[in-house]
């Protein structure tokens, strides 16, 4: 069988549908090209889980390594601290572009060393027992850990833009998640940089569930100042070249009634169509060029697929409380794409007011958003089928127990309908 091009839950290889927001990345990351100043304030990708946000960030990340950039990253953790990793992940970008001689390693070595002390890093390279032993990670009053992350966002530019490079680049994902008093440190930082951005060459960009504004605002109230973009669904055409292409590049082609199926089943979620076009490869199990994919193999991979989904769902359902239970089974069983916050209170037969935490909660955890004036959706498509399904399976009234696992159990099987085309079933071109 030829190899797999697909990867759900990974980077895609190929990212469509990304141009317009590729484009304001690069626009932003000129401003240090060109005139070797600071990028600007926080610009912030926002969106659900499943719609590509990562993805975005590491082909930005690409980018801009290829125009001169030395870049960091890290991935925040709920009730976790993210400086210590992000002191680390410059330090290694500096000694991975070696742009320093070995004496400058040397010297920049301990600089950095008193950075992360002050930052409040126990150990960046090799802290000695007499610089850490009275610190622990995150002790360090907040003022002084601002004036150290200022040293390291602007030392280390400078560094690179002295050396020829652009500049640096620190990308932070999933910013919902950041430690609040880091939040408000790199906040901070970046605004006292910014009164003379002529002599920081840096920029940060960020991504994060929909709560990452209100996670900003929390963290200083200057937050509010980032840039914030949302992440929209992909468009069909979009949706269509990330199925088609990495087929292509092995020689192996959908047809347009297949291609066209798997599309309107992920409704413009990136994740889903990775699943749904993983899942049908390894029904079809393609040996050679020249093999086409139909929708009967889309529908082989059906199950595969539903089961990958069902294990995601059921563990969404687990995680949330016995209120946001009902107010998902409210939504599920309402069998339209959109609930009015209004239409839950009458089912629940409680007032709106009262149903405001559990709503916001779920907005957080990314499982529903708003769209539109007092209206809320899922933001995974297929998550209300898997309640109804379950619920039909018997599953107490109160929808407060549902079990992983029920739905495989009573779920029919079902099959994507094809796209009509003129009754042609022939290979996309």
């Known amino acids: 069988m030829l190899p797999n091009p697909y990867s759900p839950g990974e980077l895609p290889r190929v990212l469509a549908g990304r141009d317009e927001q590729q484009n304001r990345i690069r626009g932003y990351l000129s401003r240090i090209g060109t005139y070797g100043e600071m990028g600007g304030p926080l610009l912030v990708f926002q969106g659900p889980r499943g719609v590509g946000k990562t993805s975005l960030l590491r082909e930005a990340q690409r980018d801009a390594e290829g125009h001169g950039f030395i870049t960091a990253w890290v991935s925040c953790r709920r009730s976790a601290p993210f400086l210590p990793d992000l002191v680390s992940r410059i330090g290694k970008a500096i000694e991975t572009a070696d742009i320093l001689s070995r004496a400058e390693k040397g010297r920049w070595g301990l600089r950095l060393e008193r950075i992360g002390v002050e930052i409040g890093v126990p150990s960046v390279v090799k802290v000695s027992a007499s610089a850490s032993a009275d610190r622990s990670e995150g002790d360090a009053p907040r003022g ?204 629940l037969e409680r007032p709106t007011q009262a149903l405001g935490v559990p709503r916001e909660r779920l907005i957080d955890k990314g499982i529903i958003e708003p769209v539109g004036h007092g209206e809320l959706r899922f933001t995974m498509p297929g998550f209300d089928r898997y309640i109804r399904e379950t619920l039909a399976t018997g599953a107490p009234s109160d929808a407060t127990d549902l079990a992983p696992g029920r739905l495989g159990a009573g779920r029919r099987r079902r099959e994507l309908p094809p796209a009509s085309d003129g009754g042609q079933d022939t290979p996309r071109p």
Do not use: C
């Open 144 to 347: 002084a850990r601002i004036s150290a992350l200022e040293d390291l966002l602007h030392e280390t530019s400078r560094q690179v833009r002295g050396r020829g490079g652009a500049g640096l680049v620190v990308f932070v994902d999933e910013l919902h998640a950041a430690a609040r008093d880091d939040l408000a440190v790199l906040l901070n930082a970046m605004q006292n940089l910014a009164g003379k951005r002529e002599d920081n060459p840096f920029a940060v960009i960020g991504a994060g569930l929909p709560s990452a504004p209100a996670a900003l605002v929390k963290a200083a109230t200057f937050g509010e100042r980032s840039t914030f973009l949302t992440l929209p669904r992909l468009q069909p055409a979009a949706a269509e070249t990330a199925v088609a292409e990495p087929a292509d590049d092995l020689g192996v082609h959908w047809t347009s009634q297949a291609l066209q199926a798997v599309v309107a089943e992920a409704q413009g979620f990136p994740y889903l169509l990775q699943v749904l076009a993983h899942a049908t490869w390894e029904a079809a199990r393609p040996s050679r060029e020249g093999v086409v994919l139909d929708i009967d193999d889309v529908n082989a991979g059906l199950p595969v697929a539903d089961d990958q989904l069902t294990t995601m769902y059921s563990a969404r359902w687990a995680a949330a409380s016995d209120l946001e239970k009902k107010i998902m089974a409210v939504m599920a069983g309402a069998g339209s794409t959109t609930v009015t916050r209004a239409e839950i209170a009458a089912a």
